[in-house]
């Protein structure tokens, strides 16, 4: 019933915001340029923000200034959230606007938990799938079939690739692998995702990896390290490009849970990654998103970052040991 709602708000809107979450990942953007390909097909006139602009490692996408992180506040149909059903992740967007998200329609498209949602939002949410564009995919698909095409799966298989890790995450890979080979005869361009996403990596985001390197720190079965807003500044990255690191990190034998913190003007960030250890729940300790093998929090700057990182790893190592 849910599903039909939504099929219908869609295709009766002529005028739609899509929104992402502040520091939009790769999932976060396609999910964003996949519906502009699908609903501006259908003659509907869509714009498409977030609170900070995607990372350029996006740019080969060429996405262009299709997202733009100022919103107008303007009248639209339908305001539509993908890869997000918490409202704090626009909050840059809403504070000082409340009455506008809570008046207006809302369709939020999804893979988080979130049991506090607004009484104006259609929600549609899987945490069993590993990726929004998953969902958005199984959703629209039987709908507009005839409306899919190279560029469109090309797009989601991009978004598929980010979030799996290109496939190598633990979780069982049946039905995403299903969806990727229902894109590849799609005419999905594998070859330039692979190359792009996963094979392409600038010298300045090797020598962050290796600054990353430097500082890694083990706690019983926790190894973190971390990095700073000085440090993106110093060799001119962005969080998505310095974060290449923990890919390699998370892979440590020993490990049963990586995080890497950084600074982000008056709060600090987790990221967690385990392959078994469930790090929502040390995500849930102090203000959480995420899922089972991928979570991460958000607490304010009390005192000297590196005091604040040595007190919060030994409470999740302790919390790993118990």
């Not at 969080?239 to 849970?257: K, L, P, S």
Request: hydrophobic fraction near 40%; include cysteine.
């Amino acid at each position: 019933m849910t599903q039909q709602i939504i099929r219908e708000k869609l295709e009766a809107a002529k005028t739609i915001a899509i929104f992402g979450h502040i520091n939009p990942d790769g999932d976060c953007v396609g999910s964003m340029l996949w519906l502009w390909a699908l609903l501006e097909k259908q003659g509907k006139q869509v714009h498409y923000f977030t609170p900070t602009k995607p990372s350029k490692i996006y740019d080969f996408v060429a996405w262009g200034e299709k997202i733009q992180d100022v919103f107008d506040y303007g009248v639209y149909d339908l305001l539509v959230f993908v890869d997000f059903s918490d409202i704090s992740r626009v909050r840059d967007f809403v504070v000082g606007h409340e009455e506008y998200f809570s008046t207006n329609p809302v369709i939020s498209i999804d893979h988080h938990i979130n049991d506090n949602v607004p009484s104006n939002w259609i929600i549609n949410s899987d945490p069993t799938a590993m990726s929004a564009c998953e969902v958005i995919y199984e959703l629209t698909y039987p709908w507009w079939s005839a409306i899919y095409d190279a560029q469109i799966a090309t797009y989601l298989y991009l978004w598929l690739t980010t979030d799996s890790g290109n496939f190598r995450y633990d979780e069982d890979h049946q039905r995403i692998l299903e969806n990727a080979l229902s894109l590849v005869k799609l005419w999905a361009d594998k070859k330039t995702i692979v190359n792009n996403s996963f094979r392409r990596k600038s010298f300045n985001g090797v020598k962050m990896m290796k600054l990353m390197f430097d500082r890694l720190t083990q706690k019983w079965g926790l190894i973190y390290s971390w990095y700073t807003e000085k440090d993106l500044e110093e060799f001119n990255l962005d969080r998505e490009e310095a974060d290449f690191g923990q890919i390699i990190i998370q892979d440590i034998q020993e490990a049963q849970v990586t995080a890497i913190y950084r600074t982000e003007g008056k709060t600090f960030n987790w990221s967690l990654r385990s392959k078994e250890f469930d790090v929502q729940k040390i995500a849930k300790e102090f203000g959480w998103w995420g899922h089972v093998h991928a979570s991460g929090f958000k607490i304010a700057r009390e005192w000297s970052f590196e005091d604040q990182v040595e007190e919060v790893s030994e409470i999740i190592a302790k919390m790993i040991k118990q």
